[in-house]
């Protein structure tokens, strides 16, 4: 599993421009910490279905509010759930609270479909990994760097 370092191993590795904010640690986007630019940082959902045979990692905008049933309709999927800590855990390296985009770079069997919403643009904030700091980068090289390690991303429109 990756470590925080190792992020920002891979951030210099490819030449990206970030800035790193380090924080109180923060459980929700909603969360009452302040620090500098967090109104850029995006709202990520680890989400299963009621099978629990598909996981989704959704990337959103951070001020929108997520209608799961509307979502399982855009993505052509079963009822969906919030996945539980230990899939978290187990699928992403992550604990509760640090969910992001860059979990991804966990999942070596790449079975988690990660979708970005379309309206998420510029700079972003999203957690290296842990809860207590915020990477700040173009999300273009975030996803950029994410297809780079063969992971497929779906973008839609989320309501």
């Known amino acids: 599993m990756l470590e925080p370092k190792d992020i920002y191993d891979i951030l210099d590795s490819e030449n990206i421009s970030y800035e790193v904010i380090l924080h109180e640690a923060i459980y929700t986007i909603d969360n009452n910490a302040d620090f500098k630019n967090k109104e850029k940082c995006v709202k990520n959902l680890f989400l299963r279905d009621d099978k629990k045979r598909n996981y989704y990692l959704l990337v959103v905008e ?63 904030g999203v957690h290296p990994l842990v809860n207590d700091a915020s990477v700040f980068l173009e999300v273009e090289d975030l996803k950029s760097l994410i297809r780079k390690y063969d992971y497929k991303i779906k973008e839609i429109k989320i309501p």
């Open 62 to 124: 951070p001020t929108k509010s997520v209608n799961l049933k509307e979502l399982q309709v855009l993505i052509h999927s079963r009822r969906l759930s919030f996945a539980n800590e230990n899939d978290l855990y187990d699928y992403l390296g992550l604990i509760k609270g640090s969910v992001t985009p860059l979990g991804i770079l966990n999942n070596v069997d790449k079975n988690i479909e990660l979708i970005f919403d379309t309206d998420i643009n510029g700079i972003v």
